[in-house]
Nanobody, 123 residues
Framework: QVQLVESGGGLVQAGGSLRLSCAAS????????MGWFRQAPGKEREFVAA????????SYGDSVKGRFTISRDNAKNTVALQMNSLKPEDTAVYYC????????????????WGQGTQVTVSS
């Protein structure tokens, strides 16, 4: 089992930045592919970013490319999402997810999920 706890959400003005963090416990973190997803009210869950177990491979959703950066620290069992140039349309609950093997942009391929953290971007 893997437990994931997100932190760092909050309210920010458009153009600002936030850094989300996800702390993992349980199964060996360094073997897990990690991802961030988000879900706005009335919308489907959306892929944001993913990072391989080694950190050498990353991928991003089209709507966040060039603005968000995913990273991980296997020594600290954490994965982070640096969000810059935030827009009101980035407002959503952001979820951290872990996959036992590899990464994916599809949420149903992930095995473990955090409880989510709210990000609100005001215009």
């Amino acid at each position: 089992q893997v437990q994931l706890v997100e932190s760092g959400g909050g309210l920010v003005q458009a153009g600002g930045s936030l850094r989300l963090s996800c702390a993992a416990s349980g199964r060996s973190f360094s073997s897990l592919g990690m991802g961030w997803f988000r879900q706005a009210p009335g919308k489907e869950r959306e892929f944001v970013a993913a990072i391989s177990w080694s950190g050498t491979s990353t991928s991003y959703g089209d709507s966040v490319k060039g603005r968000f950066t995913i990273s991980r620290d296997n020594a600290k069992n954490t994965v982070a999402l640096q969000m810059n140039s935030l827009k009101p349309e980035d407002t959503a609950v952001y979820y951290c997810a872990a996959r036992r093997s590899g990464t994916s942009f599809q949420s149903n391929f992930y095995d473990y999920w955090g409880q989510g953290t709210q990000v609100t971007v005001s215009s």
